[in-house]
């Protein structure tokens, strides 16, 4: 329950902050600079596990946004990413965000 909880504040955290967040505070270079739709499972999943959950919960407040939902089911949102990491541990190449979103139904 204590992860889902973090989850949450993060999905909150994520729709709140601008897409540049997910690079950095202050981009330095192009290097710095990440295309959401472009990040792979592989490189969610090999994060440490206070990143990987950043990342994660960035994403699912992405997609909320960009869905324009103001509500989060709590119990759906743990087993989705669930499903997410079991999903992105069989085709880590997939892209993160494609993952998701096909997971939760956009």
């Not at 950095?24 to 490189?43: F, H, M, N, Q, R």
């Not at 103001?70 to 965000?97: M, Q």
């Amino acid at each position: 329950m204590m992860i889902r909880k973090a989850m949450l504040a993060g999905v909150f955290a994520g729709l709140l902050v601008s897409p540049l967040a997910f690079a950095g505070d202050t981009p330095s270079s192009a290097e710095d600079l990440y295309a959401i739709g472009e990040v792979t499972c592989k490189e969610v999943m090999i994060l440490n596990g206070d990143e990987r959950d950043e990342v994660i919960s960035f994403l699912h407040g992405y997609l909320a946004g960009e869905a324009k939902k103001s509500e989060i089911d709590v119990v759906k949102l743990g087993h989705v990413t669930d499903a997410f990491l079991d999903k992105c541990l069989d085709s880590p190449n997939e892209k993160a965000l494609s993952t998701l979103r096909s997971l939760i139904g956009q």
